[in-house]
């Protein structure tokens, strides 16, 4: 199983920003969507909602499965990383060296 994290669609759009330079806000006005919620998604603090990734892929002229999916992955790696969380913990305690002298 991979370890790794998907990355969070808003550090994605964070990116597409940057490029383009372009603030959040300007986009958020160029798409008619709430410019709170864009800031919550690019700082990574809520999911990408279905809105969203439709006026992300109207804008960017791309398909609509593009965004949800980076939504998708990006939960589902969260999942498998929390699910197994407990058995690595385990795994690492039990490789740890005992000390020369307890207390």
């Given at each position: 199983?991979?370890?790794?994290i998907?990355?969070h669609?808003?550090?994605?759009?964070?990116?597409?920003?940057?490029?383009?330079?372009?603030?959040?806000?300007?986009?958020?006005?160029?798409i008619?969507?709430?410019e709170?919620?864009?800031?919550?998604?690019?700082?990574?603090?809520?999911?990408?909602?279905?809105?969203?990734?439709?006026?992300?892929?109207?804008?960017?002229?791309?398909?609509?499965?593009?965004?949800?999916?980076?939504?998708?992955?990006?939960?589902?790696?969260?999942?498998?990383?929390?699910t197994?969380?407990?058995?690595?913990?385990?795994?690492?305690?039990?490789l740890?060296?005992?000390?020369?002298?307890?207390?």
């Amino acid at each position: 199983m991979s370890e790794n994290i998907h990355p969070h669609p808003g550090l994605v759009l964070k990116c597409r920003l940057r490029e383009l330079k372009l603030a959040f806000f300007e986009l958020a006005l160029r798409i008619n969507f709430d410019e709170d919620e864009m800031k919550d998604v690019i700082d990574m603090k809520m999911p990408m909602s279905l809105t969203l990734c439709t006026k992300l892929s109207q804008f960017f002229s791309e398909e609509l499965d593009f965004w949800i999916k980076l939504q998708v992955n990006y939960e589902l790696s969260l999942v498998a990383f929390e699910t197994s969380y407990p058995t690595r913990i385990k795994r690492d305690i039990m490789l740890l060296p005992l000390p020369d002298k307890f207390g």
